[in-house]
């Protein structure tokens, strides 16, 4: 099948007064039609980034350094402002963290509703209003009609999530982008939340792009997984070869930074020591070794490229070359 | 909401008749006596102009006399201009200060807010620097001095309109400009940092996500919640120009209110210094009140929580 949007050798800068942040540093990635694509990572290793680029959102600080996104025949990158206001919401539409701030305060919920679908779909104010009760509806808002007349400080948090979705599906896009669409909300709307959206994008037949750092999210929804770090991607693959043949050390330390079912009280979770590297200043080797337990010397000189281990599943890590010891696999058994 | 309105209404009465009662005892406590030529008039002409006025009467049966006529909404007669009666004088002075003080308001709010929203969009630009210089000018020179430049110059040297007084649609521009630049300067300020912010908000990001034209997020999403806040600089900015017209009017010989209540105030007039004061105070505190209703009607946030309060 070939994919929706494939991003090649990206590369997103920030200019400050201290110099160039290099907040994404040559990434590739594809999304098929129809499949769920996770990305994870700790905060500030540019995932939000990455979505704004796609959408071509960033601050008018940040520039694309280098590389391009197919999107079916396309290169966004190359596209005028004019070109991608017809994208944005027809072809590509994202939802965001923080649904109490991402609603305009001062419009009807129809109001914003409706803009999406006059714009996109051309429909007249009656119908524009019939589609977006069904919008609501779709989304698991009751009472739609009197919805529409409400102002977003009358919903709750899970609510206006619910209606940012409807806003993001109003053009009928082919891909949706959502950037840690749970993260600011209760826990039990969480699961509600994201099972909307995987019903929503079974329906609807949309690729997901989830943004998140909750990998318990991604084993539930994904179909594949790209694990970020200081703006490099570092492992790459299906669900199951990141869950059960983890490569890369970085992934392993999510993992075990997870609470378990069998985990006592009194073990508290392990969070990976140390921190990221400045992306004002990035490591040219590789940006993980300071907080590997399994650094080697070549790993402080030389970066390590991404390979394949299987025809889906991607690492870069001196571990995997074939000169390497060995002794990791053992300890990816899980037993400490 | 009517209760609300209700309860505002009773409030201004009672700080209104604060205002009158403060103002009556201070102007009588000012030095000198409302007559011309006082130390010429004989005793008894003296005495019966006094006594024709009320004045001979003690402080505090003025006071009563005067209120009591307020209830009958007679302001009193002129003591300068021959017992004419003060409501009269207000009315025939009104038009000349509302024309130039609405006309000054409307010029500095377009213009402050063209640069305000100027300034926003093309932040760290030539405009933006031009519109922050403009207004530290605007803010810092007083409306008087600037009212005394351009009579002079625009009127006298180059000729271009008249330097002073009142007929004409031309006569009331330069004293609406000297009145307008404080408004320009203090409105784009609030307009740039309002927006600004607004700007930088996650509701636009949504916007934008929607494929919406930047101009159509700027205009839709942008100014309305830019310019809700700066509703509520109308009212300070209202006293302002209300200030700046007590002289801006008296350098330009327009007869207004403002030139009105200084003349009143030099030559001791009583009863026009209060009229004045009274008529000032009802404005100010009746556009503030319209102006917290204006903002009410506008953010739906207060709307409906004042709806469901009821
Ligand atoms: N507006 C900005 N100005 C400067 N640097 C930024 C800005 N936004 C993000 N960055 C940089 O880009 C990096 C990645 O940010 P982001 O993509 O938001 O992280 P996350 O993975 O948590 O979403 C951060 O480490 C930060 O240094
Ligand atoms: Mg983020």
Same mark, same amino acid.
């Given at each position: 099948?070939?994919?929706?949007?494939?991003?090649?050798?990206?590369?997103?800068?920030?200019?400050?007064?201290?110099?160039?942040?290099?907040?994404?540093?040559?990434?590739?990635?594809?999304?098929?039609?129809?499949?769920?694509?996770?990305?994870?990572?700790?905060?500030?290793?540019?995932?939000?980034?990455?979505?704004?680029? !796609? /959408?071509? *959102? %960033?601050? #008018?600080?940040?520039?694309?350094?280098?590389?391009?996104?197919?999107?079916?025949?396309? =290169? $966004?990158?190359?596209?005028?402002?004019?070109?991608?206001?017809?994208?944005?919401?027809?072809?590509?539409?994202?939802?965001?963290?923080?649904?109490?701030?991402?609603?305009?305060?001062?419009?009807?919920?129809?109001?914003?509703?409706?803009?999406?679908?006059?714009?996109?779909?051309?429909?007249?104010?009656?119908?524009?209003?019939?589609?977006?009760?069904?919008?609501?509806?779709?989304?698991?808002?009751?009472?739609?009609?009197?919805?529409?007349?409400?102002?977003?400080?009358?919903?709750?948090?899970?609510?206006?999530?619910?209606?940012?979705?409807?806003?993001?599906?109003?053009?009928?896009?082919?891909?949706?982008?959502?950037?840690?669409?749970?993260?600011?909300?209760?826990?039990?709307?969480?699961?509600? !939340? /994201?099972? *909307? %959206?995987? #019903?929503?994008?079974?329906?609807?037949?949309?690729?997901?792009?989830?943004?998140?750092? =909750? $990998?318990?999210?991604?084993?539930?929804?994904?179909?594949?997984?790209?694990?970020?770090?200081?703006?490099?991607?570092?492992?790459?693959?299906?669900?199951?070869?990141?869950?059960?043949?983890?490569?890369?050390?970085?992934?392993?330390?999510?993992?075990?930074?997870?609470?378990?079912?069998?985990?006592?009280?009194?073990?508290?979770?392990?969070?990976?020591?140390?921190?990221?590297?400045?992306?004002?200043?990035?490591?040219?080797?590789?940006?993980?070794?300071?907080?590997?337990?399994?650094?080697?010397?070549?790993?402080?000189?030389?970066?390590?490229?991404?390979?394949?281990?299987?025809?889906?599943?991607?690492?870069?890590?001196?571990?995997?070359?074939?000169?390497?010891?060995?002794?990791?696999?053992?300890?990816?058994?899980?037993?400490? | 909401?009517?209760?609300?309105?209700?309860?505002?209404?009773?409030?201004?009465?009672?700080?209104?008749?604060?205002?009158?009662?403060?103002?009556?005892?201070?102007?009588?406590?000012?030095?000198?006596?409302?007559?011309?030529?006082?130390?010429?008039?004989?005793?008894?002409?003296?005495?019966?102009?006094?006594?024709?006025?009320?004045?001979?009467?003690?402080?505090?049966?003025?006071?009563?006399?005067?209120?009591?006529?307020?209830?009958?909404?007679?302001?009193?007669?002129?003591?300068?201009?021959?017992?004419?009666?003060?409501?009269?004088?207000?009315?025939?002075?009104?038009?000349?200060?509302?024309?130039?003080?609405?006309?000054?308001?409307?010029?500095?709010?377009?213009?402050?807010?063209?640069?305000?929203?100027?300034?926003?969009?093309?932040?760290?630009?030539?405009?933006?620097?031009?519109?922050?210089?403009?207004?530290?000018?605007?803010?810092?020179?007083?409306?008087?001095?600037?009212?005394?430049?351009?009579?002079?110059?625009?009127?006298?040297?180059?000729?271009?309109?008249?330097?002073?007084?009142?007929?004409?649609?031309?006569?009331?521009?330069?004293?609406?400009?000297?009145?307008?630049?404080?408004?320009?300067?203090?409105?784009?300020?609030?307009?740039?940092?309002?927006?600004?912010?607004?700007?930088?908000?996650?509701?636009?990001?949504?916007?934008?996500?929607?494929?919406?034209?930047?101009?159509?997020?700027?205009?839709?999403?942008?100014?309305?919640?830019?310019?809700?806040?700066?509703?509520?600089?109308?009212?300070?900015?209202?006293?302002?120009?209300?200030?700046?017209?007590?002289?801006?009017?008296?350098?330009?010989?327009?007869?207004?209110?403002?030139?009105?209540?200084?003349?009143?105030?030099?030559?001791?007039?009583?009863?026009?210094?209060?009229?004045?004061?009274?008529?000032?105070?009802?404005?100010?505190?009746?556009?503030?009140?319209?102006?917290?209703?204006?903002?009410?009607?506008?953010?739906?946030?207060?709307?409906?929580?004042?709806?469901?309060?009821?």
């Amino acid at each position: 099948m070939t994919p929706l949007l494939t991003v090649n050798n990206l590369h997103v800068s920030f200019h400050s007064y201290q110099g160039e942040i290099q907040a994404v540093r040559g990434i590739h990635f594809a999304v098929k039609p129809g499949e769920t694509l996770a990305i994870v990572g700790e905060s500030g290793c540019g995932k939000s980034v990455t979505a704004q680029t !796609i /959408m071509r *959102l %960033l601050p #008018s600080t940040a520039k694309i350094v280098q590389g391009e996104i197919r999107y079916e025949q396309q =290169d $966004l990158t190359q596209l005028t402002e004019v070109k991608m206001e017809s994208i944005r919401g027809s072809q590509i539409a994202m939802i965001f963290q923080d649904p109490m701030t991402s609603l305009n305060p001062t419009m009807t919920i129809g109001q914003q509703l409706m803009e999406g679908l006059r714009k996109h779909l051309h429909l007249n104010k009656r119908l524009a209003k019939k589609r977006a009760e069904e919008l609501l509806s779709l989304v698991g808002i009751s009472n739609p009609h009197l919805r529409l007349k409400q102002y977003p400080h009358q919903l709750s948090g899970g609510m206006r999530q619910r209606v940012m979705i409807a806003i993001a599906l109003a053009g009928d896009p082919k891909l949706l982008i959502a950037d840690e669409p749970t993260t600011a909300l209760d826990v039990t709307i969480q699961a509600q !939340i /994201m099972e *909307l %959206l995987k #019903s929503i994008q079974e329906k609807m037949g949309m690729a997901l792009l989830l943004i998140t750092h =909750d $990998l318990g999210i991604v084993a539930e929804v994904a179909d594949r997984v790209m694990v970020m770090y200081a703006g490099k991607i570092v492992e790459h693959g299906t669900v199951d070869e990141l869950f059960q043949h983890t490569k890369h050390p970085y992934t392993w330390g999510l993992l075990r930074s997870l609470p378990q079912l069998k985990q006592s009280r009194e073990e508290s979770l392990v969070a990976i020591p140390g921190s990221p590297p400045d992306l004002l200043h990035p490591p040219k080797a590789c940006p993980y070794v300071n907080r590997c337990l399994q650094a080697m010397v070549i790993c402080d000189q030389t970066p390590p490229e991404l390979t394949a281990c299987s025809s889906t599943h991607q690492v870069a890590c001196w571990l995997e070359h074939p000169m390497a010891s060995k002794e990791h696999e053992n300890r990816a058994g899980g037993d400490e | 909401m009517t209760f609300y309105i209700l309860r505002r209404l009773i409030l201004m009465m009672v700080t209104l008749l604060l205002i009158i009662t403060a103002t009556f005892f201070l102007v009588h406590s000012l030095p000198g006596t409302p007559l011309k030529n006082e130390e010429k008039l004989p005793p008894e002409i003296r005495d019966q102009i006094l006594h024709e006025y009320g004045l001979d009467q003690p402080l505090y049966v003025q006071y009563f006399r005067f209120m009591g006529g307020l209830f009958k909404a007679d302001l009193g007669k002129s003591l300068m201009y021959d017992g004419r009666d003060i409501s009269q004088m207000l009315k025939e002075r009104f038009f000349a200060s509302a024309f130039i003080g609405f006309q000054g308001i409307l010029i500095g709010l377009i213009i402050g807010g063209g640069l305000g929203i100027l300034s926003a969009l093309y932040q760290g630009r030539w405009i933006d620097n031009f519109a922050t210089s403009t207004s530290v000018l605007g803010v810092s020179i007083p409306s008087f001095v600037l009212a005394g430049l351009l009579s002079f110059w625009v009127g006298v040297k180059w000729g271009i309109l008249p330097p002073a007084l009142w007929g004409s649609y031309a006569h009331t521009i330069m004293p609406s400009l000297s009145l307008s630049v404080a408004v320009i300067a203090q409105f784009s300020r609030y307009v740039r940092t309002e927006l600004v912010e607004v700007l930088n908000q996650d509701y636009i990001k949504t916007a934008r996500a929607k494929g919406l034209s930047k101009a159509a997020v700027i205009w839709r999403h942008g100014l309305r919640n830019a310019l809700i806040p700066a509703v509520t600089v109308l009212g300070p900015l209202t006293v302002n120009i209300l200030t700046g017209s007590l002289v801006v009017e008296k350098i330009f010989g327009v007869p207004g209110m403002g030139a009105l209540f200084v003349d009143s105030i030099i030559n001791n007039d009583y009863t026009a210094v209060l009229g004045t004061t009274i008529f000032y105070s009802l404005l100010i505190m009746i556009s503030v009140l319209l102006i917290d209703i204006l903002y009410g009607w506008i953010d739906p946030r207060i709307r409906v929580a004042g709806r469901r309060g009821e």
